[in-house]
């Protein structure tokens, strides 16, 4: 939390007090608090209250303008809802990368990116992917209060990569990304991009499981051991900036590694549905694993969707995962920074 926005809420509290409270709202606070097991002091619950409060009110507007089809998917009071949206931001996601158009460029350049040799039009491709049914996914995980994002995705396309090579699905460790891909360029906690983890990986020539190097939430020192290893890669592939491209990659390679923009008002209290932003642009600030592809409804009504696994925990979204709008135009910068392990 940053001082100055402690300082605003605090005001409030102050200001208006606890019988400023909507007190129709005092159940749901109590239900909500035990659901996501909440314990604050005094002071906090005050502070609390006040943030939740503002956030249920949008949340429900916003639901109500889902039942009359201003937008497209649905949003849950869940356990993000006694946080600002500066908290938020500042705690859960954690690209620090700086993509702007010179950045992405050179980073293209630097891969050599263009578009592969030999990718299918989306006509010869499945109309539904989803890498979990085949066995590729592990576990949906909770990054906690560390931006550590960029990892899991990274971790996960590789999980994905030696479960199709050895038919073992092996959890792999985040923590030993978080703790040691700084020369890499990574800040741990403080951000990071999957470019360099992957980066990471290839370098050290080797990645540890979870069960040896579990996840702790915090940045450490890098233990990685070398007798410990349980994966590496050969080497990785950048896609370029299109959507048909990453169509290919996720039905013909399996999970692959992507970043998104995430706008957190409304990102972190999706429940499900096809989410849409209109705020959305392509200025990657999240990372996510994407599993898969599909559409609801008629193929032609443009109902498309990425399915997207997150490092929010299960209780967030569809049990950890979300459908993203596929097909209209990168939205929320879906294929803008996507790469994929070969082992
Ligand atoms: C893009 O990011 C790089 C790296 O931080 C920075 O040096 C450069 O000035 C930025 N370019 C623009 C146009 O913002
Ligand atoms: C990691 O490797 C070391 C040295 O080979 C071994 O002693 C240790 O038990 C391993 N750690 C785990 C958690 O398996
Ligand atoms: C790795 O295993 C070898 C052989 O058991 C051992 O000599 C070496 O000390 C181990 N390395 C580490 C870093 O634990
Ligand atoms: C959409 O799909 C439904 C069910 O499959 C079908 O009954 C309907 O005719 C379709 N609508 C259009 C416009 O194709």
Not at 258 to 274: D, E, N, Q
Not at 296 to 314: A, C, K
């Amino acid at each position: 939390m940053t001082p100055a926005v402690f300082l605003i809420i605090l005001c409030v509290g102050v200001v208006s007090g606890a019988s400023a409270f909507d007190l129709s709202l005092d159940v749901q606070w109590q239900e909500w608090k035990m659901k996501y097991e909440k314990l604050y002091s005094p002071e906090e619950e005050l502070l609390k209250r006040v943030v939740w409060e503002e956030n249920v009110k949008k949340i429900e507007l916003h639901n109500r303008e889902n039942s009359l089809g201003k937008n497209t998917y649905i949003m849950e009071i869940n356990d993000f809802a006694d946080l600002t949206d500066e908290e938020f931001k500042d705690m859960i996601t954690g690209i620090t990368l700086p993509i702007n158009n010179t950045m992405k460029s050179l980073w293209k350049r630097a891969l050599g990116s263009s578009l592969p040799n030999s990718w299918y039009w989306r006509d010869a491709l499945p109309k539904f992917v989803d890498w979990r049914k085949e066995g590729y996914v592990t576990h949906v995980r909770v990054q906690g209060r560390c931006n550590s994002c960029w990892a899991f995705p990274v971790v996960g396309a590789i999980e994905g990569q030696m479960f199709k090579k050895t038919g073992k699905l092996t959890p792999l460790s985040v923590q030993n990304l978080v703790d040691c891909s700084k020369p890499q360029g990574n800040k741990g906690c403080r951000g990071g991009t999957t470019y360099n983890a992957f980066q990471y990986v290839l370098q050290n020539g080797g990645l540890e499981s979870e069960a040896t190097y579990p996840y702790e939430g915090k940045e450490g020192l890098c233990r990685y051991n070398p007798n410990n290893s349980s994966a590496k890669i050969t080497r990785f592939v950048a896609l370029p900036e299109n959507e048909d491209v990453l169509m290919d990659a996720v039905a013909t390679k399996g999970p692959v590694a992507a970043g998104i923009h995430v706008v957190h008002s409304s990102l972190r209290f999706y429940k499900k549905g096809i989410y849409h932003e209109p705020k959305c642009n392509n200025y990657v600030n999240h990372a996510v694993l994407v599993v898969g592809y599909g559409f609801e409804g008629n193929e032609t009504d443009g109902n498309n969707y990425w399915l997207i696994q997150n490092s929010w925990g299960e209780r967030w979204g569809l049990n950890g995962y979300m459908k993203i709008a596929k097909d209209r135009n990168n939205h929320c910068g879906i294929a803008t920074f996507a790469q994929y392990p070969i082992v």
